[in-house]
Nanobody, 124 residues
Framework: QVQLVESGGGLVQAGGSLRVSCAAS????????MAWFRQATGKERDFVAG????????FYGGFVGGRFTISRDNAKNLVYLQMNDLRPEDTAVYFC?????????????????WGQGTQVTVSS
């Protein structure tokens, strides 16, 4: 069972940057695709970014527009989401998710393990 713990959320002004991190407990972390999803109040959970088990392949939600970067450190069991040029509409709870696969799913239904989420609030 993979346990995921997010950190690094907070309040930032529009145009600012924030990096959220996700720490995984399982030693097989490197065999998992990792992803970030977000959910704003009253809205569905959306795919933000994903990275495959090697770290060489990444994919982003259409709204990202080059502003976010996902990365991972398999030696430290960490995955990051660097967010730049943040906008008020990026305000949401950001969740880290994991799925043991060599592919890179983008559907929330494909992910088996989830963190508790970290709140990101962007003020205008």
């Amino acid at each position: 069972q993979v346990q995921l713990v997010e950190s690094g959320g907070g309040l930032v002004q529009a145009g600012g940057s924030l990096r959220v991190s996700c720490a995984a407990s399982d030693p097989t972390f490197s065999l998992h695709a990792m992803a970030w999803f977000r959910q704003a109040t009253g809205k569905e959970r959306d795919f933000v970014a994903g990275i495959d088990w090697t770290g060489h392949t990444t994919f982003y939600g259409g709204f990202v527009g080059g502003r976010f970067t996902i990365s991972r450190d398999n030696a430290k069991n960490l995955v990051y989401l660097q967010m730049n040029d943040l906008r008020p509409e990026d305000t949401a709870v950001y969740f880290c998710a994991a799925h043991r696969t060599f592919s890179l799913p983008t559907s929330a239904h494909s992910y088996d393990y989830w963190g508790q989420g970290t709140q990101v609030t962007v003020s205008s």
